[in-house]
Nanobody, 128 residues
């Protein structure tokens, strides 16, 4: 059973940093695409970033480019999301999701509907 598990959320001041982790249970990164998504109260779930487990290619949503970095550690079967220069509008529940694919990725991979397996989410709050 493929099951992503997130960790690393919390409360941080504006301008601060957090690193989220997504542990991969039941699958190896080489055969999946992993995405990070977020959902703020009253808003739809939106794509933040994704990475190909096989190629390492990354995609970012415009609103996080230059601030967030997604990376992988295949030996640890873990995906990270380093979030810098955080803003209050980054406050949301962040989800890690995955689906099996070894093909090329594009901005269309930021669409939540493409993902079959979801973690439980971790809260990120940016506030002074």
């Amino acid at each position: 059973q493929l099951k992503p598990v997130e960790s690393g959320g919390g409360l941080v001041q504006p301008g601060g940093s957090l690193r989220l982790s997504c542990g991969a249970s039941g699958f190896t990164l080489d055969y999946v695409i992993i995405g990070w998504f977020r959902q703020a109260p009253g808003k739809e779930r939106e794509g933040v970033s994704c990475i190909s487990g096989s190629s390492g290619k990354t995609i970012y949503a415009d609103h996080v480019k230059g601030r967030f970095t997604i990376s992988r550690d295949n030996a640890k079967n873990t995906i990270y999301l380093q979030m810098n220069s955080l803003k209050p509008e980054d406050t949301a529940v962040y989800y890690c999701a995955a689906y099996y694919d070894v093909g090329p990725i594009s901005s269309s991979n930021l669409n939540p509907s493409r993902y079959s397996y979801w973690g439980q989410g971790t809260q990120v709050t940016v506030s002074s």
